[in-house]
């Protein structure tokens, strides 16, 4: 997350609580991971951000060591409400905004021509760095043989 994204979020989370006029409305939601056993139950406010909610949800989903293992990068994680549509809820909104209380928390698909680029140059650095150390070695056990 760039220094702006964070100045944004501490400026939308400032707005958010002057909303509210001092009242904490909080409510109980429930997110399902995909390929996860079962939801994640924790307590929210409604002014809470999305970017926010995924990470808390990131974070109890370590903490009880639940697999298969997510990372915690707020920004590979999509969260769409279970109720409504089929459209993933923007980072920015605020939770109460979604008028939902369960979820369910995915993992971004990277597309296939990116993740071309992103691992055909490790994998050709990979097969290059063994193939001449290989022949090294090869090369080596043939002389002293």
């Known amino acids: 997350m760039t220094m702006s994204q964070k100045i944004l979020r501490k400026k939308q ?3 958010s609580f002057e909303e509210l006029n001092g009242t904490n409305n909080r409510f109980l939601i ?7 056993a079962g939801p994640i139950r924790f307590v929210v ?12 949800a990131l974070k109890s989903y370590a903490r009880q060591g ?6 915690s990068d707020t920004d590979q994680f999509l ?13 920015w909104e ?13 993992k971004k698909q990277i597309e296939p021509e990116d993740r071309m680029r992103e691992t055909r140059p490790r994998m050709l650095a990979q097969k290059g760095c063994g ?3 290989l022949w090294l070695n090869k090369s080596f056990k043939i002389l002293t043989i």
């Not at 639940?66 to 990372?71: K, N, T």
């Not at 409400?81 to 980072?91: E, I, K, R, T, Y």
């Open 13 to 15: 989370k400032r707005k």
């Open 30 to 36: 429930s997110i399902n991971v995909l390929g996860s």
């Open 131 to 133: 193939s001449w150390k």
């Open 66 to 71: 639940r697999l298969p293992r997510l990372g």
């Open 94 to 106: 605020l939770i109460g905004s979604s008028g939902g209380r369960n979820f369910v928390l995915c």
């Open 45 to 56: 406010n409604e002014g809470d951000l999305i970017a926010d909610v995924i990470d808390t």
């Open 79 to 91: 969260l769409y409400c279970a109720n409504f549509g089929a459209d993933a809820l923007s980072p």
